[in-house]
């Protein structure tokens, strides 16, 4: 297990940008994918981008474009910046940690608020 922090998240206008970072508690280069979820009320959770220790990412259509995921194993860290921000993109968003498939840690959640 693995004990994740998020961080960064607000109230941002329509167009703005966000970073949100995780730290975590041990070192990251063993857990296969760090990623990000988010959950809208009365939704699903989601995953919003993923980063492998192979050094590929994956991201949703929806936020293709506009989000970069960057993972920093020297650091225990994984980032999201969020660029481009739309009201469609609040919600409480998470930090994850899987290995081999199955997950390790997921954060606590930071809420980001997209609203003129």
């Known amino acids: 297990q693995v004990q994740l922090v998020e961080s960064g998240g607000g109230l941002v206008q329509p167009g703005g940008s966000l970073r949100l970072s995780c730290i975590a508690s041990?070192?990251?280069?063993?857990?296969?994918?760090m990623g990000w979820y988010r959950q809208a009320p009365g939704k699903q959770r989601e995953l919003v981008a993923a980063?492998?220790?192979?050094?590929?990412?994956n991201y949703a259509d929806s936020v293709k474009g506009r989000f970069i995921i960057s993972r920093d194993n020297a650091k225990n860290s994984v980032n999201l910046q969020m660029n481009g921000l739309k009201p469609e993109d609040t919600a409480v968003y998470y930090c994850?940690?899987?290995?081999?498939?199955?997950?390790?840690?997921w954060g606590q959640g930071t809420q980001v608020t997209v609203s003129s």
């Open positions: 980063s492998t220790n192979g050094g590929s990412t």
């Open positions: 994850n940690a899987r290995r081999f498939g199955v997950t390790v840690g």
């Open positions: 041990k070192s990251i280069d063993t857990f296969n994918t």
